[in-house]
């Protein structure tokens, strides 16, 4: 039902119910015209008497005051043009979608949207990127292995599970490749990676890869996948390829792993046995050596004495022909010397006198006596001399 301010009739919402005064307006007190409506004429020439007032010359029909409102607006919608690039941000300008060039860190300018746009991506971030598994929340364990990732084949058709990290930053110097050149950074840089991988792990064996050549496989898929991305343009520098896990297939490991501990035992076996072929060998060729030198020596020294024995023998016949008695008696003699000279001997006189026994002066034994009583005086002596102090 419309309603009425008039005060007759008991007021409108904002009037007052049986008293005297007249009607209000939500804005405070009514109109001072008798209770009736306010002109809406009214109202809107006079905001437009104080919008002359403001604006210089009094009247907006101007064109003058039209083009410094129109200045004032482009004023303000250049001065939005300023932008700050972070010491860890590189600054991409574009004009009207068009590359124009990099700024770096500071207050800098470019054309405002939506003329110009500039996109500030972080250059010094560096970004984890997990292939053949997905860490926890956390980032500190391992959730769950993702095989379709982490199998492949190596060089000698087996199979082998690499779970392995990449980390790489925006290239400083080509932050616009990067822009530009990739819609999905994460899902290609990871492709790459994995790609890489695969190639690198195809041309090696599997024992190598599980042992001995984890570090160069990392350092040339790194190597692989930085090349790929440059070809690209991606704008992307790979820093690092960090292998977390390099093992067989989970249901074949247990086996592998008793495979593997087998060939280990047969070289460690293989190796005693090198060790002790190369301490026995040497020992009995020095052995053999020695034995070949004592014969050589023995072969010298019974020549050496047969020959000294032949030119004695000759010099003593060439006295022999010179004397042959006297050689034979001084033969016999010196032979009987060197027989009887050691021994025990009873002289028996063979003429029939007395018992037929000769009695003799043992001089040597009495003289060897004598030397044992002296020394053993000569102990006791000092033994008494000793036990006096």
Same mark, same amino acid.
């Not at 000279?341 to 037929?356: C, P, T």
């Given at each position: 039902?419309?309603?009425?301010?008039?005060?007759?009739?008991?007021?409108?919402?904002?009037?007052?119910?049986?008293?005297?005064?007249?009607?209000?307006?939500?804005?405070?007190?009514?109109?001072?015209?008798?209770?009736?409506?306010p002109?809406?004429?009214?109202?809107?020439?006079?905001?437009?008497?104080?919008?002359?007032?403001?604006?210089?010359?009094?009247?907006?029909?101007?064109?003058?005051?039209?083009?410094?409102?129109?200045?004032?607006?482009?004023?303000?919608?250049?001065?939005?043009?300023?932008?700050?690039?972070?010491?860890?941000?590189?600054?991409?300008?574009?004009?009207?979608?068009?590359?124009?060039? !990099?700024?770096?860190?500071?207050?800098?300018?470019?054309?405002?949207?939506?003329?110009?746009?500039?996109?500030?991506?972080?250059?010094?971030?560096?970004?984890?990127?997990?292939?053949?598994?997905?860490?926890?929340?956390?980032?500190?364990?391992?959730?769950?292995?993702?095989?379709?990732?982490?199998?492949?084949?190596?060089?000698?058709?087996?199979?082998?599970?690499?779970?392995?990290?990449l980390?790489?930053?925006?290239?400083?110097?080509?932050?616009?490749?990067?822009?530009?050149?990739?819609?999905?950074?994460?899902? !290609?840089?990871?492709?790459?990676?994995?790609?890489?991988?695969?190639?690198?792990?195809?041309?090696?064996?599997?024992? @190598?890869?599980?042992?001995?050549?984890?570090?160069?496989?990392?350092?040339?898929?790194?190597?692989?996948?930085?090349?790929a991305?440059?070809?690209?343009?991606?704008?992307?520098?790979?820093?690092?390829?960090q292998?977390?896990?390099?093992?067989?297939?989970?249901?074949?490991?247990?086996?592998?792993?008793?495979?593997?501990?087998?060939?280990?035992?047969?070289?460690?076996?293989?190796?005693?046995?090198?060790?002790?072929?190369?301490?026995?060998?040497?020992?009995?060729?020095?052995?053999?050596?020695?034995?070949?030198?004592q014969a050589e020596?023995?072969?010298?020294?019974?020549?050496?004495?047969?020959?000294?024995?032949?030119?004695?023998?000759?010099?003593?016949?060439d006295?022999?022909?010179? @004397?042959? @008695?006297?050689?034979?008696?001084?033969?016999?003699?010196?032979?009987?010397?060197?027989?009887?000279?050691?021994?025990?001997?009873v002289?028996?006189?063979?003429?029939?006198?007395?018992?037929?026994?000769?009695?003799?002066?043992?001089?040597?034994?009495?003289?060897?006596?004598?030397?044992?009583?002296?020394?053993?005086a000569?102990?006791?002596?000092?033994?008494?001399?000793?036990?006096?102090?």
């Amino acid at each position: 039902m419309p309603w009425s301010n008039q005060s007759g009739g008991g007021g409108g919402p904002w009037g007052q119910r049986g008293g005297s005064g007249g009607g209000k307006s939500p804005w405070g007190s009514g109109p001072q015209n008798n209770g009736t409506p306010p002109d809406l004429e009214d109202i809107l020439r006079r905001g437009q008497d104080r919008l002359k007032g403001i604006i210089p010359g009094g009247s907006m029909g101007g064109g003058k005051g039209i083009a410094l409102l129109a200045l004032a607006v482009l004023a303000v919608w250049l001065l939005t043009g300023f932008y700050t690039v972070r010491p860890n941000e590189v600054g991409i300008n574009m004009v009207f979608g068009k590359y124009t060039g !990099t700024s770096g860190e500071g207050l800098r300018y470019n054309w405002p949207y939506p003329i110009g746009r500039v996109q500030k991506p972080n250059v010094t971030e560096q970004q984890r990127i997990e292939v053949g598994y997905r860490s926890s929340p956390n980032g500190q364990t391992r959730s769950r292995d993702v095989i379709e990732e982490s199998l492949m084949l190596t060089g000698d058709e087996n199979i082998v599970d690499i779970d392995f990290d990449l980390v790489w930053q925006v290239n400083p110097a080509r932050a616009q490749d990067y822009v530009f050149n990739l819609q999905n950074p994460t899902g !290609t840089i990871k492709s790459v990676a994995e790609s890489a991988m695969r190639e690198v792990v195809g041309r090696r064996q599997i024992q @190598a890869i599980l042992t001995t050549d984890q570090a160069s496989v990392a350092q040339e898929v790194r190597q692989i996948a930085q090349d790929a991305l440059d070809a690209y343009g991606a704008g992307v520098l790979v820093n690092v390829v960090q292998l977390q896990a390099v093992q067989p297939p989970a249901d074949v490991r247990q086996a592998f792993f008793d495979v593997n501990a087998a060939q280990q035992d047969a070289v460690r076996v293989q190796n005693e046995a090198e060790t002790f072929a190369s301490q026995v060998v040497p020992q009995a060729r020095g052995e053999a050596a020695r034995a070949v030198q004592q014969a050589e020596g023995y072969r010298e020294q019974s020549v050496a004495d047969a020959t000294g024995q032949a030119a004695r023998f000759s010099k003593v016949y060439d006295e022999y022909q010179k @004397a042959p @008695a006297i050689i034979r008696e001084r033969i016999f003699l010196e032979t009987m010397e060197r027989v009887f000279g050691g021994m025990e001997k009873v002289i028996i006189d063979q003429n029939g006198q007395g018992q037929g026994v000769v009695p003799y002066l043992p001089l040597n034994e009495m003289q060897r006596r004598q030397g044992a009583a002296n020394q053993g005086a000569a102990n006791q002596a000092a033994t008494n001399q000793g036990a006096a102090r």
